[in-house]
């Protein structure tokens, strides 16, 4: 004969942690409805919890005695997800937003491309303006450093430079922070002429 299978008997019910009898300390204490706050045996204030009809919910279990609060589990339940929507809804995840130009870009798109800057760094991103040069534009870099720095100059206030223009390849780019936060600030130069490649590029290239 095979030997009998132990088939599943279904989900087991799930276990509270930190609530009534679940508590393992020995002494909390416990704060209830009323006002009352008093250090007492953790089954003694389950009990009291319980008479008035409401749980045992360990509140603060780092603290010395860990705070046990008498509530309605449910309603501690929906005001804990509650706080975390509300976090949530408060984080803002920076994020780098490029914009691209051409050495001859026109008066109206660089309007509205620095109109969308100003947009993006009050939001707290930062803007990544890129010059990017076709065939033999890559000559006249000199052009491309000019309007990163008119860029930056008409985000003054807004922005600020972060870092130094670089030179990779065949685009200039300039890296432009929200004003409070931006760090190392190394402003454009203001002879007209670009910054010193960085990371081995060549205006060749």
Do not use: C
Not at 8 to 21: A, D, F, K, L, Q
Not at 91 to 114: A, C, G, M, S, W
Request: hydrophobic share 35%; glycine share 6%.
């Amino acid at each position: 004969m095979y030997p009998p299978r132990n088939f599943p008997r279904g989900p087991r019910p799930r276990i509270r942690e930190n609530v009534n009898e679940a508590i393992r300390v020995p002494q909390v204490r416990a704060v209830f409805p009323d006002g009352q706050v008093a250090v007492m045996p953790t089954p003694e204030a389950v009990r009291k919890a319980q008479e008035l009809g409401l749980d045992l919910i360990l509140v603060s279990p780092t603290a010395d005695p860990p705070v046990a609060k008498a509530m309605d589990y449910g309603q501690w339940q929906y005001e804990n997800k509650k706080k975390q929507h509300d976090a949530r809804k408060k984080q803002h995840v920076i994020q780098v937003k490029e914009l691209k130009f051409r050495p001859n870009t026109d008066d109206h798109d660089y309007d509205f491309k620095r109109n969308h800057a100003m947009r993006f760094l009050k939001e707290g991103n930062r803007v990544k303006a890129v010059v990017q040069f076709r065939g033999r534009e890559i000559a006249h870099v000199d052009l491309g450093a000019k309007l990163l720095q008119r860029f930056a100059a008409d985000l003054e206030g807004v922005g600020q430079v972060e870092g130094q223009m670089k030179l990779e390849g065949k685009s200039y780019h300039v890296i432009i922070a929200p004003a409070k936060s931006a760090k190392d600030v190394k402003p454009p130069a203001k002879d007209g002429k670009p910054a010193k490649p960085e990371n081995g590029a060549n205006a060749s290239a």
